[in-house]
């Protein structure tokens, strides 16, 4: 594996992390899933959501660790995996005003400061996920180990 390859490698086990375990400690709680005003359907939407995001992080960390052949392929799809998670969410943030859609629940998780906390998280997790993306798809120098 190149030094961009790992680099790349670690960049993208951060932001399954971010997409694949903070939603979950954060949205199974009053303030989501468990919200007294939210309706069977959409805790159950919230529910499949998280799960989803959740699985594809697992997979994306197994992809990028896991020992063998092929892995600069197993991180390309990895990273690739990240952005249809992490995109998942720029649509929704992109297209709210079309559905209704707020980043926060009244009595949910608040805004810090000015910034909302999904924003905030996801925005950096973002930048993460496509620098890593571009790392992985950048051949560079062999590492010897």
């Known amino acids: 594996m190149t030094l961009k390859e790992r680099i790349a490698a670690v960049l993208l086990t951060l932001a399954a992390i971010v997409y694949g375990v903070i939603p979950v400690m954060v949205d ?3 303030t989501h899933i468990l919200h007294p005003a939210w309706s069977a359907h959409a805790r159950f939407h919230v529910m499949w959501q998280l799960s ?10 197994l992809l ?32 709210r005003h079309l559905y209704g859609g707020e980043f926060s629940e009244p009595g949910g998780v608040p805004p ?14 973002i930048a ?18």
Do not use: E, H, Y
């Not at 989803?52 to 960390?61: D, G, H, K, R």
């Open 112 to 125: 810090v400061g000015w910034i909302d906390a999904n924003v905030l998280v996801f925005t950096p997790t």
């Open 28 to 30: 199974i709680s009053p």
């Open 64 to 95: 990028i660790w896991w020992p063998g052949a092929n892995q600069v392929l197993r991180l390309k799809v990895a990273s690739s995996l990240g952005c249809i998670a992490l995109g998942g969410f720029v649509v929704a943030a992109l297209t």
């Open 128 to 145: 993460l996920q496509l620098l890593g993306l571009v790392l992985a798809l950048w051949p560079g120098q062999a590492v010897t180990r």
């Open 52 to 61: 989803v995001n959740s699985m594809l992080a697992l997979l994306a960390v």
